[in-house]
C-alpha cells in the first residue's frame, strides 16, 4: 500500500525528509509591515524578521484554504496522513479536515487522517517522522492512526524565546506580564498544554537559565529516556547546539535532531526561540 504524508508549513522538516518523498508540504501565509510572505521554499527568513521587527502590529498567519489541501491530498497514494500544527492555534486543522470531507466523496477507496499535532514545529515534525516510521514498517492504516496519536497524546513541547514581542503583540501575554517582562528583561519558559494551547512554566532572568530550566525539566521526565528529541531554532544555530549539549549530559534521549524553522514557527518564536518536543 503507497501512502503520503501531507504536512503544513509550520511542521520544520529538515532538507533530509523534503528529499525523502514521502511529504507533501501546505504553505500558509504570514502579513507583516505590509508585506506577504508565502511560507515556502521562496520564503528569505532575514526579510520576515526584519519585517516583524519594524512593524509595531503582531504578524498576521493565514492558513491554507481546503483547495490547497485537497490538491496536496488527491496524490494518487492508497493512504494519505495529515499533520497540522495546533488546531487551537491555527484553522490549518480545520481546513485540512473539510480538504478530507472533499476527497472521500469523490475516492472513497482513499484512506486519509488528519492528525491534531496539538504542538507546532518540532512537534510537527515529530509527529510526521512517527507516521513515516509507522507506515514504512508495513502496519495497516488503523494501527499507524492509532499508533500516531497515542504518540501525540504522550509528546511533550518546550520552548524558551529570545524575544516575547510577537507575544506581546497579539495578545497572548496579559498587559501586567507584558510591563514586567519589559521591564526586568524576563525570559518566560513556555510549553503547550496536552490540547494545544501556550503556557507559562517558568521564568528566569538570562536565556541561559531559561535553558538550563527547560533541560532540567526534561530530565526529571522519566518519559524522556529513549525518545527522540527534536530541537528547532530560529536563526540561532549555536544556541541549538548549546542545547543539545546540555541535553546530552543530563538527558537520556536516544535521539537529538537540530531544525531551522520556516515562516510559521519564525513568526511564533521570533529571532533567538528554541523550540522542542520529545
Known sequence: MSFKIVVDSCCDLSAEMRRSGCFLQV???????????????TLDQKDLLWAMKQS????????????AYLDALDCGADDVYVVTLSALLSGSHN????????????????NVHVFNSCSASAGEVLVAMKVKELAESGLPFKKVVRETEQYIYEMKTLFVLESLE??????????????????????LFL??????????????LTIKQ???????????????????????????????????EMVE???????????????ISTAYANDGGIIVAY
Do not use: W, Y
Open 27 to 41: 504553505p500558509l501565509t504570514i502579513r507583516s509591515n505590509g508585506s506577504t510572505f508565502v511560507d515556502d521554499e
Open 56 to 67: 509595531s502590529d503582531a504578524p498576521v498567519t493565514s492558513c491554507p484554504a481546503p483547495q
Open 95 to 110: 481546513s485540512a479536515q473539510q480538504a478530507r470531507m472533499m476527497l472521500e466523496e469523490d475516492h472513497p477507496e482513499v
Open 166 to 187: 510577537n507575544l506581546r503583540k497579539n495578545g497572548r501575554l496579559t498587559k501586567l506580564q507584558s510591563i514586567v517582562t519589559g521591564a526586568l528583561k524576563i525570559k
Open 191 to 204: 510549553g503547550s498544554t496536552p490540547e494545544g494551547e501556550i503556557c507559562k512554566l517558568g521564568q528566569a
Open 210 to 244: 531559561a535553558l538550563s530550566k527547560m533541560v532540567d525539566r526534561m530530565a526529571n521526565d522519566p518519559q524522556h529516556v529513549g525518545r527522540t528529541l527534536a530541537i528547532c531554532h530560529c536563526n540561532c544555530l549555536e544556541r541549538a547546539f548549546q542545547v543539545k
Open 249 to 263: 549530559n543530563k538527558c537520556q534521549f536516544a535521539k537529538v535532531i537540530i531544525l531551522e524553522t520556516g515562516g
